[in-house]
């Protein structure tokens, strides 16, 4: 089941957006989210820095959304970009954020100004937080469980075709108090490796 909560293909944004199959992983998702938190650990040790598929999906969301193809972002497509990385923000913040980077006086922000800005923003990140959002994700109709029609959903949406039982065994190899569904308890074991 860990394999498959730390799927790349999870948003962690309240409001996810749909994009094409596969048009780039998002991890933003997570980042793996265990591997966030372990991450998190070694930041107080050393200087934090992005993993190369960070830096990859940085790239790959400013390619995607940089729909003219000029290099350089526009209001909206910063907007977009950012969400599929994980950032839902609000208009006036964005708009700031544009108003503070544009070298082009056009209201354009350009690609290394977008890399700077994202890669604080995900070195930022509180990787509980993460976790807690992606539990959200699953948990949609808020009973503070992950059950099997969650995972069954979640599995359609990333386009995992696996079968009832096998969804099953991966919440019992992690339900801990055997009550047949995932915690948040149990979610936060699952993703610091704990379980």
Do not use: W
């Not at 991450?39 to 040790?45: E, I, M, V, Y």
């Not at 950032?87 to 977008?114: C, I, Q, S």
């Not at 108090?177 to 379980?195: K, N, P, R, Y």
């Amino acid at each position: 089941m860990s394999k498959f909560i730390r799927s790349e293909n999870l948003s962690t944004s309240n409001a996810p957006i749909k994009l094409p199959p596969n048009a780039f992983s998002l991890p933003t998702t997570m980042y793996g989210a265990s591997n966030a938190a372990q991450k998190a650990k070694r930041r107080t040790h050393s200087r934090p820095e992005l993993s190369d598929e960070q830096r990859q999906e940085i790239k790959e969301a400013f390619e995607l959304f940089d729909t003219d193809k000029d290099g350089c972002v526009d209001y909206h497509e910063l907007k977009v970009a950012m969400r599929a990385l994980g950032f839902d923000m609000k208009k006036a913040e964005v708009l700031k954020l544009l108003r503070d980077n544009d070298k082009t006086g056009h209201g354009l922000m350009e690609y290394e100004d977008f890399v700077k800005i994202m890669a604080e923003r995900i070195l930022a990140r509180d990787p509980m937080d993460e976790i807690r959002r992606a539990f959200q994700l699953f948990d949609d109709d808020n009973t503070g469980k992950i059950s099997l029609r969650n995972l069954r959903r979640v599995a359609k949406e990333i386009g995992d075709r696996l079968e009832d039982d096998e969804l099953q065994a991966m919440i019992d190899e992690f339900d801990l108090d055997q009550d047949g569904e995932i915690s948040e308890q149990e979610f936060f074991a699952i993703m610091t490796d704990d379980a």
